[in-house]
């Protein structure tokens, strides 16, 4: 029995004060060894692929020198640490007896009979001690059992010779003397061992074949595709917004863009969907990564879009948000550098590994330095899926620029070229360059109410200037056409300036400043006349303008500016020649709503602005630049383009087949036969096919268009052959096949046909005076240079 009096009270209480603490100490020191011995087994020693279990023990890489130190580590702490908790349990007991002098009694009666606190802690002690020579033996089975799996498979796990695998052995070297140099090696599982080498290179990579020893069910078993969904169109596009983001000023300019044109793109997926009728549309996920607005890539337009800085790409980029989400796909929006690692699934390390996953997008829509960011993150898998991007490209990117070897070779390597993509996954933002895809944007369109309020409204004395920074206005001998227009007209400019008026600008120029984009509409639906300075080129704001009832003025170059002679386009991957500051206002639009003239000829450009204020024009909108043009265009890509195919190599002469192609009545041009079969699976149809022999020194894109017909390369293919020259009734002396921008070719002097070996060099751009180039032309929609009349 415990005698109970005030003091021995006072004693159990002490007692109690000094055990519990400390058994909680040694009761969390077990804890935390079993803990830190199953996650050492599961974690450190696994060696962890992706996908295995955190206690996955691979018994290739336990026997690992570094695995073994840790085991052998491990065993040592847990002993010493039975020794201390051993040598704490002895002290407590010595210690015991003095502070519970004449209350022995007491720890038997709180605790079982035969299991005191002393008892306890040796328990634990010993429990501990256990799992060290547990350790210990797990230790020995491993070495041993590494020792038999190292001689039983050493055989396997030498560089085959599989004539399959040419390149197996030279990885296999490589990857012995630089495994280390990047940490994505290690992530896969490679240890600097030979079979993690094979291993690597047989399963995650495709150089070598795969081990017999090696459980292959998991490697070939490919996942299966989604089943399809169709896509419907959305007229609401408020989670647009949402995923589109903010921070940025140029994601404010371009959410406000989408958010005031919502209408107009509802509108349009409404016409759109009745012209389509009940057509199956496959729902695609898209990944789109602006790579511009990086913060790797220097993001140099965020920071002017308040200062008048060019503003086209970001209009482009909203507007492809927008079509792509109003077609109904699923869409995926990065601004980033770890934003599209994790979204494309990069595994730690510098970029030389491949995905960790399947690409999870059908397609991805970037830019020159998004690509060139995917290329250094993405390892082989860039080449596996880089079928599946679209490149966004102002200005255009020729085969000749394209194609590696060949710009190398001769002459076109650039800083934006050498992809070897399929030129039509280059997409512009006008249809300068049949070799690509057109992509565009959108300008505001009116309904009938809104036109006639503008024509009615007009002042027909008023100007406004195309060139929102200073710098635009220092133009050499501008003076002089602005003091002639400032006779006819009231001048006006939206220049930007933080305080003092820029000096670049006349006094007898009024200016506005930097005008927000409703604002700039409202003058602009004031205006008789919009002038262009020469520069920038091809933006969107002459559309604005010419659908907002103005006329546009522009210089004529001359000679016309290329990569050549002008600094601006020096080092893009285009020969192109711009004749004017906006080729398509000038090609496609014309006079009356466009005027191009001699800005150094003062008596040209008198009689033009003379002539524009006599002339009346009403608002005019290309259905191409239309919300529903959009839309058409970019649904017709989405479901027809489709370069993951394996290409058809260029046909041989010897081997080639007939061609389907029939002398047309004039004798002038080669077409498609009416018994012939159609291309299964072409795109366009290949039935709007037809073929000229251009003149010497003369591009396929402009004899297609002498005729009033678009070069289409895709049909390249179809005329590669002696039989198409033979059908022409030229007479080729001699054929041959070669690598060369400019062919399918006749050269006269020496009565040679030439043939392309190369199909990614197909062209419709290019010219020589030695060659007759045999050019593929299609015909096209009213309004929309894009698409054939059966492309739909």
Same mark, same amino acid.
């Given at each position: 029995?415990?005698?109970?009096?005030?003091?021995?009270?006072?004693?159990?209480?002490?007692?109690?004060?000094?055990?519990?603490?400390?058994?909680?100490?040694?009761?969390?020191?077990?804890?935390?060894?079993?803990?830190?011995?199953?996650?050492?087994?599961?974690?450190?020693?696994?060696?962890?692929?992706?996908?295995?279990?955190?206690?996955?023990?691979?018994?290739?890489?336990?026997?690992?020198?570094?695995?073994?130190?840790?085991?052998?580590?491990?065993?040592?702490?847990?002993?010493?640490?039975?020794?201390?908790?051993?040598?704490?349990?002895?002290?407590?007991?010595?210690?015991?007896?003095?502070?519970?002098?004449?209350?022995?009694?007491?720890?038997?009666?709180?605790?079982?009979?035969?299991?005191?606190?002393?008892?306890?802690?040796?328990?634990?002690a010993q429990n501990v001690s256990d799992i060290a020579a547990k350790v210990d033996q797990i230790l020995r089975h491993s070495l041993v059992l590494h020792s038999k799996v190292s001689e039983g498979r050493r055989d396997q796990c030498e560089a085959p010779s599989d004539p399959k695998f040419p390149d197996c052995s030279g990885k296999v070297e490589w990857m012995r003397a630089r495994w280390t140099s990047d940490p994505c090696y290690a992530f896969f599982g490679v240890d600097g061992t030979e079979c993690s080498f094979l291993i690597y290179l047989s399963e995650v990579e495709w150089f070598c074949p795969?081990?017999?020893?090696?459980?292959?069910?998991?490697?070939?078993?490919?996942?299966?595709?989604?089943?399809?969904?169709?896509?419907?169109?959305?007229?609401?596009?408020?989670?647009?917004?949402?995923?589109?983001?903010?921070?940025?000023?140029?994601?404010?300019?371009?959410?406000?863009?989408?958010?005031?044109?919502?209408?107009?793109?509802?509108?349009?997926?409404?016409?759109?969907?009745?012209?389509?009728?009940?057509?199956?549309?496959?729902?695609?996920? &898209?990944? +789109?990564?602006?790579? !511009?607005? /990086? @913060?790797?890539?220097?993001?140099?337009?965020?920071?002017?879009? %308040?200062? #008048?800085?060019?503003?086209?790409?970001?209009?482009?980029?909203?507007?492809?948000?927008?079509?792509?989400?109003?077609?109904?796909?699923?869409?995926?929006?990065?601004?980033?550098?770890?934003?599209?690692?994790?979204?494309?699934?990069?595994?730690?390390?510098?970029?030389?590994?491949?995905?960790?996953?399947?690409?999870?997008?059908?397609?991805?829509?970037?830019?020159?330095?998004?690509?060139?960011?995917?290329?250094?993150?993405?390892?082989?898998?860039?080449?596996?899926?880089?079928?599946? &991007?679209? +490149?966004?490209?102002? !200005?255009? /990117? @020729?085969?000749?620029?394209?194609?590696?070897?060949?710009?190398? %070779?001769? #002459?076109?390597?650039?800083?934006?070229?050498?992809?070897?993509?399929?030129?039509?996954?280059?997409?512009?933002?006008?249809?300068?360059?049949?070799?690509?895809?057109?992509?565009?944007?959108?300008?505001?369109?009116?309904?009938?109410?809104?036109?006639?309020?503008?024509?009615?409204?007009?002042?027909?004395?008023?100007?406004?200037?195309?060139?929102?920074?200073?710098?635009?206005?220092?133009?050499?001998?501008?003076?002089?056409?602005?003091?002639?227009?400032?006779?006819?007209?009231?001048?006006?400019?939206?220049?930007?300036?933080?305080?003092?008026?820029?000096?670049?600008?006349?006094?007898?120029?009024?200016?506005?400043?930097?005008?927000?984009?409703?604002?700039?509409?409202?003058?602009?639906?004031?205006?008789?006349?919009?002038?262009?300075?020469?520069?920038?080129?091809?933006?969107?704001?002459?559309?604005?303008?010419?659908?907002?009832?103005?006329?546009?003025?522009?210089?004529?170059?001359?000679?016309?500016?290329?990569?050549?002679?002008?600094?601006?386009?020096?080092?893009k991957p285009t020969s192109r020649e711009v004749f004017s500051q906006h080729p398509y206002a000038e090609n496609f639009i014309g006079k009356p709503h466009v005027w191009t003239v001699d800005y150094n000829n003062s008596e040209e450009f008198e009689a033009a602005i003379k002539a524009i204020m006599r002339t009346q024009v009403d608002p005019y909108l290309p259905y191409e630049y239309t919300c529903e043009g959009m839309l058409e265009r970019i649904h017709a890509y989405i479901q027809h383009q489709d370069f993951c195919a394996a290409s058809r190599p260029a046909p041989a002469a010897a081997r080639a087949?007939?061609?389907?192609?029939?002398?047309?009545?004039?004798?002038?041009?080669?077409?498609?036969?009416?018994?012939?079969?159609?291309?299964?699976?072409?795109?366009?149809?290949?039935?709007?096919?037809?073929?000229?022999?251009?003149?010497?020194?003369?591009?396929?894109?402009?004899?297609?268009?002498?005729?009033?017909?678009?070069?289409?390369?895709?049909?390249?293919?179809?005329?590669?052959?002696?039989?198409?020259?033979?059908?022409?009734?030229?007479?080729?002396?001699?054929?041959?096949?070669?690598?060369?921008?400019?062919?399918?070719?006749?050269?006269?002097?020496?009565?040679?046909?030439?043939?392309?070996?190369?199909?990614?060099?197909?062209?419709?751009?290019?010219?020589?005076?030695?060659?007759?180039?045999?050019?593929?032309?299609?015909?096209?929609?009213?309004?929309?240079?894009?698409?054939?009349?059966?492309?739909?």
């Open positions: 029995m415990i005698t109970v009096n005030p003091d021995g009270k006072i004693m159990v209480r002490r007692c109690l004060v000094t055990l519990r603490p400390f058994r909680l100490f040694v009761l969390g020191i077990g804890f935390f060894s079993l803990c830190f011995l199953m996650t050492s087994l599961g974690g450190q020693l696994s060696a962890r692929r992706p996908g295995d279990s955190p206690f996955t023990i691979r018994t290739e890489v336990l026997g690992g020198p570094e695995s073994r130190g840790v085991l052998r580590r491990m065993s040592e702490l847990l002993e010493l640490m039975a020794k201390r908790v051993d040598a704490l349990a002895r002290l407590e007991n010595g210690s015991e007896p003095h502070r519970a002098a004449g209350h022995g009694r007491l720890a038997v009666d709180r605790f079982p009979p035969g299991a005191g606190l002393m008892e306890r802690i040796q328990a634990i795969p081990l017999p020893w090696r459980n292959q069910t998991a490697a070939q078993m490919a996942p299966k595709p989604l089943p399809k969904v169709q896509a419907v169109f959305r007229s609401n596009l408020s989670h647009l917004l949402e995923l589109m983001g903010s921070g940025k000023e140029s994601l404010i300019f371009m959410k406000k863009r989408t958010k005031r044109l919502t209408a107009q793109w509802a509108l349009a997926a409404q016409r759109l969907a009745r012209k389509l009728g009940s057509v199956w549309r496959d729902q695609k996920q &898209i990944l +789109v990564h602006i790579g !511009f607005l /990086t @913060e790797e890539s220097g993001d140099v337009f965020s920071p002017r879009v %308040l200062k #008048g800085g060019p503003l086209g790409e970001m209009v482009q980029w909203a507007d492809i948000l927008a079509t792509l989400y109003v077609l109904g796909h699923g869409l995926r929006i990065t601004v980033s550098l770890k934003e599209l690692q994790s979204n494309l699934g990069v595994p730690p390390g510098r970029g030389n590994c491949p995905l960790t996953m399947p690409l999870p997008f059908d397609l991805i829509y970037t830019d020159y330095h998004g690509l060139q960011q995917m290329k250094q993150h993405m390892g082989l898998s860039f080449k596996k899926y880089r079928c599946r &991007i679209r +490149v966004i490209d102002t !200005f255009g /990117t @020729e085969p000749a620029y394209n194609h590696e070897e060949y710009a190398t %070779l001769h #002459g076109y390597r650039t800083n934006w070229g050498y992809w070897n993509l399929n030129p039509k996954q280059f997409m512009t933002m006008f249809p300068h360059t049949p070799d690509n895809s057109f992509m565009g944007f959108v300008s505001e369109e009116l309904n009938e109410t809104e036109k006639q309020l503008i024509k009615g409204g007009k002042a027909s004395n008023m100007a406004v200037v195309y060139g929102k920074e200073a710098s635009i206005w220092k133009l050499q001998g501008k003076e002089k056409f602005l003091g002639i227009l400032n006779k006819y007209m009231e001048i006006h400019g939206t220049v930007y300036y933080e305080s003092q008026r820029p000096p670049e600008v006349p006094a007898f120029v009024k200016n506005h400043g930097l005008l927000p984009q409703p604002e700039f509409q409202q003058l602009l639906r004031k205006a008789k006349l919009f002038i262009g300075f020469g520069f920038p080129y091809e933006g969107p704001a002459p559309l604005e303008a010419i659908a907002n009832g103005c006329v546009f003025l522009q210089s004529r170059f001359s000679p016309p500016h290329s990569s050549l002679n002008h600094e601006f386009f020096r080092g087949p007939p061609s389907p192609f029939v002398l047309a009545p004039n004798a002038t041009h080669l077409e498609w036969a009416q018994n012939a079969s159609l291309a299964p699976g072409a795109w366009p149809p290949a039935q709007s096919l037809r073929a000229w022999l251009a003149a010497a020194g003369r591009a396929c894109t402009d004899a297609c268009l002498d005729h009033g017909l678009i070069c289409e390369p895709s049909f390249f293919p179809f005329l590669n052959s002696q039989d198409a020259f033979q059908k022409l009734q030229v007479p080729c002396d001699s054929t041959e096949s070669e690598m060369n921008h400019l062919y399918p070719a006749f050269a006269q002097p020496g009565r040679e046909c030439f043939l392309q070996k190369e199909p990614l060099l197909f062209s419709c751009a290019g010219s020589s005076t030695k060659y007759h180039r045999l050019c593929p032309c299609r015909d096209f929609r009213k309004g929309q240079v894009a698409l054939c009349r059966d492309c739909l």
